[in-house]
């Protein structure tokens, strides 16, 4: 399972949908990534694979960040998202 994360302007917490394949999650992002760099679409609605009645609609102006990750099983629960330093 992965995760896509958009971080939004004034607001703490992330929304996130998921993907079930890799290609998906990849598609995803890079559609998301394109509606930045364009501004357009100005709304984009996007729906969960894992919740099926989920769906989110957001205004491309208002998305900070997006991130893709992938959800791990385990004690953990989720790999953790952006970049680590092997120390």
């Known amino acids: 399972m992965y995760l896509i ?8 917490l992330p929304l996130s949908v998921q993907r079930k394949k890799l290609e998906d999650a990849k598609a ?6 394109e509606s930045l760099k364009k501004g357009d679409p100005r709304l984009l609605e996007i729906s969960c694979e894992q919740v099926e009645d989920k769906k989110i609609a957001v205004l491309v102006s208002e998305v900070l960040a997006v991130q893709m990750y992938e959800k791990t099983a385990g004690a953990g629960g989720n790999r953790r998202p952006g970049f680590s330093f092997d120390e």
Do not use: D, R
Not at 28 to 33: P, V
């Open 28 to 33: 995803l992002y890079n559609q998301l990534k």
């Open 5 to 12: 994360e958009l971080a939004l302007k004034l607001s703490p």
